[in-house]
């Protein structure tokens, strides 16, 4: 069993290599084919907003909705992509022992360097350029996603239920 998970470990890294092309692929999209994916999107959730709340809204004018939205739509994007990148390259980083502020620094200064080659990358996309903004933006979803798995595996491996059993098997 030992030797199964040995050989497995290495696919743990998997979903971070999956999260990375899906991004390469999104930056690889035009300027005209990434604004109109965000305004589909920007413009669902203002329908949904129309219909959850009653709004009675016309097309004109959740159109303009859509239309002031979109920004933040793309932007939470970026964070999101970000924060779901820093969650996959995190959690097999804290099964192979990095902790604490190596975690952050190893899982964050990975994340935050592919942000950079990420926005690199859109310099030569038509319809996209490269922004700071883009990458400082993108670290607080990474950030976030590291804190939140230091968090999490924190309070599973050290809950106070798991040191009880972990003591009754090493007694026996």
């Known amino acids: 069993m030992r030797v199964l ?3 497995l470990k290495p696919l743990s890294f998997l979903p971070a290599l999956l999260m990375m092309y ?4 999104f930056s690889g999209q035009t300027g005209e084919i990434s604004g109109e994916l965000s305004y589909k ?3 669902q959730i203002v329908k949904a907003e129309n219909i959850l709340l009653d709004k ?9 909705r859509a239309d002031g939205i979109h920004y ?3 932007k939470a994007a970026h964070m999101t992509e970000y924060f779901l990148l820093a969650v996959a390259v995190s ?3 804290y099964v192979y022992g990095v902790r604490g502020i190596w975690l952050l620094i190893l899982a964050g200064g990975f994340c935050v360097a592919f942000a950079c080659l990420d926005e690199y990358h859109q310099s030569f996309v ?3 350029s490269p922004a700071v903004k883009d990458v400082f933006i993108d670290s607080v979803g990474v950030f976030v996603g590291v804190i939140l798995v230091q ?3 924190w309070s599973t491996l050290h809950s106070p239920g798991r040191r009880k059993k972990y003591k009754r098997k090493k007694r026996r």
């Open 5 to 7: 998970i040995t050989l």
């Open 22 to 25: 899906m991004i390469y692929s």
């Open 41 to 43: 999107v920007s413009y």
């Open 56 to 64: 009675n809204m016309d097309e004109g004018q959740m159109a303009a």
């Open 72 to 74: 933040y739509v793309r």
């Open 91 to 93: 959690l097999p980083l």
């Open 126 to 128: 038509g319809g996209r």
């Open 151 to 153: 968090m999490f595996c």
